[in-house]
């Protein structure tokens, strides 16, 4: 079946540590993104790719990176410098790059930093 | 800039009820319009879009959204609700142009279905 894949479900991490969350797609799709989700503020977007090779800054960038050397993997990492990481990671490919297209999500990883 | 907002963060209804969700939305353009729902612990699942042509859009389980453009609302609505449909329910918008590729969500509301 297709899909995205994002592993962990559940990771803890100690404060200073980095930690990498994997997001794999099997759609094909063009675009993916990374939002983050808190308790009663919906989603924000830290960063997005529409190409391999090429990603732009979302709204909370600051504390994040990414990479996209393959069209299926879009792998977030969570820097020591982001001050509040503990939070519910969302993962979410797009076919093509037009705004019509429907968001397909992953079931989420959440990170708890201890 | 867009902006999206869910006038309750969290609804509780009986079943067999009609609901009402309730989003407004600002934008400097125009938008397309989505209703997402997230069930515990899961990824968003697309409910609904609205695109263009008709302002009332239906999905498969018995939603039903209208596009207000004089108002900028877009209310997610369903006659009769089970509990099976208690699950967070998020209203997005994303830009029709400018070059944007990316959704604007509304902070979300719980809606708790009760025998």
């Known amino acids: 079946d297709g899909g995205i894949t994002q592993s962990p479900k559940y990771l803890f991490r100690k404060e200073g540590q980095n930690v990498t969350l994997s997001c794999e797609q099997n759609?094909?799709?063009?675009?993916m993104y990374w939002y983050r989700q808190d308790p009663g503020q919906g989603l924000r977007l830290i960063y997005y790719?529409?190409?391999?090779?090429?990603?732009q800054k979302g709204d909370i960038a600051e504390g994040y990176s990414v990479s996209r050397e393959k069209k299926e993997s879009f792998p977030l990492t969570v820097t020591s410098a982001q001050k509040n990481p503990t939070a519910f990671y969302l993962c979410?490919?797009?076919?093509?790059?037009?705004?019509?297209?429907?968001?397909?999500f992953g079931e989420g990883s959440r990170l708890t930093v201890l | 800039a867009q902006s999206v907002t869910q006038l309750d963060s969290q609804v509780p209804v009986f079943e067999e009820a009609p609901v009402e969700l309730r989003c407004n939305y600002s934008?400097?353009?125009?938008?397309?319009l989505f209703w997402y729902v997230q069930y515990p612990n899961q990824g968003l699942q697309l409910l609904l879009k609205?695109?263009?042509?008709?302002?009332l859009v239906k999905s498969i389980n018995g939603f039903e959204a209208e596009f207000n453009k004089s108002q900028t609302s877009f209310h997610l609505r369903k006659p009769s609700v089970h509990i099976s449909d208690t699950a967070e329910y998020f209203c997005?918008?994303?830009?029709?142009?400018?070059?944007?590729?990316?959704?604007?969500f509304g902070a979300g509301t719980r809606l708790a279905v009760h025998p």
């Open positions: 790719s529409q190409i391999v090779n090429d990603f």
């Open positions: 609205y695109l263009s042509g008709s302002t």
């Open positions: 759609l094909n799709h063009d675009a």
């Open positions: 997005a918008v994303s830009p029709i142009s400018g070059g944007y590729n990316k959704l604007i």
């Open positions: 934008s400097s353009v125009s938008v397309y």
């Open positions: 979410a490919s797009r076919i093509g790059t037009a705004n019509t297209g429907e968001l397909f």
